[in-house]
């Protein structure tokens, strides 16, 4: 178990964050240092997505059709420095932020991944998880592929190099690769001296599109492009190929499934909450699910906290709803990074005051909302719930701003197996008790849907409902 695991024991952990930049706004502009304008735009963007993966950082770009690249285990800072960034010259570039949840958290598994195929070179960089590698792995090796990671992007890009030596076009080996993977795949990849961001047909994980003056920008999240202040165009629906070079940019719809699903977890946790995925504002969500919570659940309380950081907002809607003040009760540690030492079994109870500690003053002698954005093992709330206790909580009343979460995730979210779930097998009295809050309230799943005013795509609720878009 890594570091943060422990320390955020029930936490779900998103797999990737994805950037990629076309630049064609010239050497003199004002994102200066000429050819490594590409790089430095994607190693900013790259702290914007930093939330969404902190195993590894990786950025290659591509001049004149070679690609260099340069990837390392840890955060964005950690992984890169001026140097670095000043060794890598191109005018389009992709970037990648990794969280393993498939292949260990090595250097050689961080990506883009780079690989050579006939006539040409090829990065990569992927979030999402496919289903049906193994079949695809089997057919490839006995095809001659040799793999050299445990990671399931690689089996994307040995299918993309033999499909282009098959058709010799980058363009219909995409769209073969897309007829045979299933799964949750965003992906970003820069080959035959093109950009191009493909969705998977589910539309699982988001990507979206901007610009930048001259320049074309493919992200994971909107928050990547104010970071290098540029202007969102629009999000890349499901089963949608975006393909940019010189002489312009090409939208191919190349596969439809007819249920999309976006993962609902990406606006109950995973996205940041400036960010807005398909038409959704991530903070108004979160807002709506803490307002949503205090009608299902009212509860008469002093004060209203939220779980640091994701719950923050949720809290203050719950706040706003009920009439209960909002204060902050729980102080988050946020130099606790991925280089933490790993406690030993006994020591982890204690591990979490690393990360947090509850501010006595604000609770102490009364009755206390906690709002949390959900309860994915149970063992991280019992911790929190004890250090509100000894701070002097008088009352302490649970509130999550999702469902129970009750069945696995099987399309990149590290919660693959039932058994991890608390929900899958206790009632909620049950979850109540094991945690020691005095009550206990979950939003309901009609409740949370509720929630993404605008959304353009269809939901994936497998977790809550096990009712998977494939
Ligand atoms: S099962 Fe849950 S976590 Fe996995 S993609 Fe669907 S909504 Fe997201």
């Known amino acids: 178990m890594k570091d943060k695991d422990i320390l955020l024991a029930e936490k779900k952990e998103e797999e990737c964050g994805i950037f990629g930049i076309y630049y064609n706004d010239g050497c003199d502009d004002a994102h200066g240092e000429g050819a490594t304008a590409a790089a ?40 890169f420095n001026d140097a670095i960034i000043s060794s890598l010259s191109g005018d ?19 990506q883009p991944l780079v690989v050579k195929y ?4 090829m990065a990569l960089a992927h979030n999402g998880n496919l289903v049906n590698i193994s079949n695809i792995k089997k057919r490839l090796e006995e095809k001659g592929a040799i793999f050299h990671t445990s990671s399931d992007t690689e089996i994307i890009a040995s299918m993309l190099s033999m499909k282009i030596a098959e058709s010799k076009s980058v363009k219909k080996a995409i769209i073969e690769t897309m007829k045979e993977i299933e799964g949750a795949y965003s992906l970003v990849i820069l080959a035959d001296k093109k950009l191009i961001g493909v969705r998977d047909p589910w539309g699982i994980r988001p990507l979206c599109l901007g610009r930048l003056k001259n320049s074309y920008i493919i992200a994971s999240e909107s928050c990547a492009l104010d970071a290098v202040e540029a202007e969102f165009i629009r999000d890349i629906a499901p089963g949608e190929v975006v393909i940019i070079e010189d002489n312009g940019i090409e939208y191919m719809q190349v596969k439809s499934t007819g249920r999309e699903g976006i993962c609902i977890f990406e606006f109950v946790y995973f996205a940041r909450p400036d960010s807005v995925i398909d038409g959704a504002s991530v903070y108004m969500a979160r807002y709506e699910a803490g307002r949503q919570l ?65 501010i006595k003053s604000e609770v102490d002698g009364k009755s206390i909302v906690i709002v949390d954005d959900s309860i994915v093992r149970g063992t991280t709330t019992r911790r929190i719930v004890k250090m509100l206790r000894n701070a002097g909580a008088r009352e302490i009343h649970m509130r999550i701003s999702s469902p129970p979460v009750k069945f696995p995730c099987f399309l990149g979210i590290a919660m693959s197996s039932k058994e991890q779930l608390v929900a899958s097998y206790h009632s909620r009295e049950e979850i109540r008790e094991m945690i020691g809050a005095d009550s206990i309230g979950f939003l309901n799943l009609e409740g949370l849907v509720k929630t993404l005013k605008g959304i353009k795509c269809g939901l994936c609720t497998g977790c809550f409902n096990g009712d998977y878009p494939l």
Do not use: W
Not at 48 to 62: E, K, N, P, T, Y
Not at 104 to 109: D, H, K, L, S
Not at 118 to 121: I, L, S, V
């Open 118 to 121: 006939m006539g040409g070179q």
């Open 92 to 110: 389009s570039a992709i970037g990648h932020v990794r969280y393993s949840t498939t292949g260990a958290g090595t250097a050689e598994n961080a």
């Open 40 to 79: 430095r735009l994607t190693y900013y963007a790259l702290y914007a997505l930093q939330h969404r993966g902190q195993d590894s950082a990786g950025i290659a770009v591509c001049n004149n059709g070679e690609i260099s690249y340069y990837k390392d285990v840890g955060l964005v800072p950690e992984a």
């Open 294 to 358: 205090a009608e299902e659940h009212p509860v008469r309380a002093d004060l209203v906290i939220g779980a640091p950081d994701s719950a923050l907002v949720s809290a203050l809607g719950y706040s706003t709803q009920s009439g209960i003040p909002y204060g902050q009760g729980l102080l988050k540690n946020r130099y606790v990074g991925r280089t933490f030492i790993q406690p030993e079994q006994r020591q982890r109870e204690a591990s979490v005051s690393i990360k947090f500690n509850a």
